[in-house]
């Protein structure tokens, strides 16, 4: 006789929360389980291309520091290829998350090529951002553009979806080879985020 089998209903989504440094990024959470943190590298010393080093803050809809998200990083190389494997020490993604004093991200990385879309356009150089973090559902997508790349920026098929006034909330300001970009979740100059 077969045993017949009472599944639970799925429960509702939970968020990321409060504990999202434990699973994802221990060491940010003080907490030593591996030699090497995973994600903690996006480019080692052979990688090819200009460094650069990002900085930000993630902001709420008060404007407040969130301090207990993990963001994720993926990006191309500087030729404008995703790597397939670690190539030159250049895997093209990590995890960065923000001090818990200050809510202040920072990651040193090689600024991206243009990259193919899918349609046979060229993207502007961008890295694209994922999101976790206490209230929060489901990870937000997002994706930082360069300052000083204005001429790709206006013909970037998918930026030229975003209406013209919100598109300044996807693009990083530079002073050299630092890149500043704010994320906030709500609130005036909310981020624009994708439904990926």
Avoid at 6 to 28: C, F, M, N, R
Avoid at 185 to 193: C, H, K, R, S
């Amino acid at each position: 006789m077969a045993q017949r089998l009472d599944y639970l209903k799925e429960s509702p989504s939970q968020t990321a929360g409060p504990y999202v440094h434990i699973g994802l990024a221990p060491s940010d959470a003080r907490i030593d389980v591996y030699r090497r943190e995973l994600g903690r590298d996006i480019v080692g010393p052979d990688a090819e291309g200009e460094r650069i080093t990002v900085t930000g803050q993630l902001f709420d809809g008060l404007g407040e520091p969130v301090k207990d998200a993990l963001i994720e990083i993926w990006q191309a190389d500087a030729q404008g290829e995703y790597p397939g494997k670690e190539d030159n020490g250049f895997c093209g993604w990590g995890r960065v998350v923000p001090d818990f004093d200050t809510g202040l991200f920072s990651f040193q990385t090689i600024k991206p090529g243009a990259v193919k879309a899918h349609n046979g356009q060229l993207a502007a150089p961008h890295l694209s951002f994922w999101l976790v973090a206490r209230g929060i559902n489901i990870g937000l997508q997002t994706r930082m553009y360069f300052g000083d790349e204005e001429k790709a920026n206006v013909s970037d098929p998918v930026l030229n979806l975003i209406p013209e006034a919100r598109r300044n909330t996807l693009i990083a300001k530079s002073d050299g080879t630092s890149y500043r970009f704010d994320i906030r979740l709500q609130g005036d100059d909310e981020t624009v985020f994708f439904d990926i």
